[in-house]
């Protein structure tokens, strides 16, 4: 399995490096084009799938969320990156919402429940498989980017949009706090 992961690592960042702006070069968008198709929703659609991909890669540890330290987030994407990461995240966001979403049952007669979330699955998942070296830089760009690049109103990515909201709602509020919080511990 080890070799399967860093195969997979590999592609991750050769997929990163094709969406650096500073590769925004004729052979980059030719490059672009050959993976992707012409620009337009089918383009989109196609790095929107593959980012989605990344996302379960991580939500299922798969690959590490440590990947994301050769990710130039600050700026250095372009717009197609910035959609792959975006979608990333939602869908990692959304995976995990669904995982840490808890139904209880409000009393034993009655057929309402409430809804909790545990956030234990995203610090399993996110904040411990971080390197403890890379920790302060990999959460401070994500800090910047949750709240400078990151929209999550242009995604719907199942049909039941009420639960999805909901989950992700919880989710990305939950990140952000996490991140904060992080910060404050390695500062």
Known sequence: MNG??????????????????ANEDDDNESILTDLYGDFGTVRDGKITQ??????????DRIIPFDIFKHIP???????????????????????IGKESEKKISKDKNSKSKSISYDSNLMDEIIFKTIQEDNQLIILKQLQWYTENKFDSSRYAFTS????????TKWAISTFKQSIDQNLKYLE
């Open 73 to 95: 987030i600050l700026d250095g994407l372009n717009t197609e990156g910035e959609l792959f990461i975006n979608s990333l995240l939602y869908q990692l966001l959304l995976r």
């Open 4 to 21: 399967l992961n860093k195969f997979i690592k590999f592609q991750f960042w050769d997929i990163i490096k094709n969406f650096e702006s």
């Open 50 to 59: 593959e980012a989605r991909l990344f996302g379960n890669l991580i939500f």
């Open 160 to 167: 039941d949009k009420t639960k999805e909201n909901r989950r």
